[in-house]
């Protein structure tokens, strides 16, 4: 009778070890998980900066071109007016 409760108290110490292990792997591979869609939210929050700031700076060279671009069309209307 010992050997039997020995046996049953073995085998569900075993099976509370499998299952705190296999807990233990799952929160390390969740950790895992969560810290690469971190690095990559971060990388792709960069990369939208980057973006934005190129976006900018091209917006801003556009309506400086489109400035001038009056400026001269206002010469050249005011000319047309006087002859």
Do not use: W
């Not at 099976?15 to 705190?20: P, S, W």
């Not at 969560?34 to 917006?59: C, F, G, I, P, W």
């Amino acid at each position: 009778m010992f050997e039997m409760v020995a046996a049953v108290a073995g085998a569900s110490l075993s099976a509370i070890f499998m299952v705190f292990s296999n807990y233990g792997k799952r929160v390390m591979a969740g950790q895992e998980c969560l810290t690469r869609l971190s690095v990559s939210v971060d990388n792709v929050a960069e990369r939208l900066e980057e973006l934005h700031q190129d976006l900018r700076s091209e917006r801003t060279e556009i309506f400086s071109r489109l400035a001038a671009a009056e400026r001269a069309i206002a010469k050249l209307e005011a000319v047309q007016r006087h002859h």
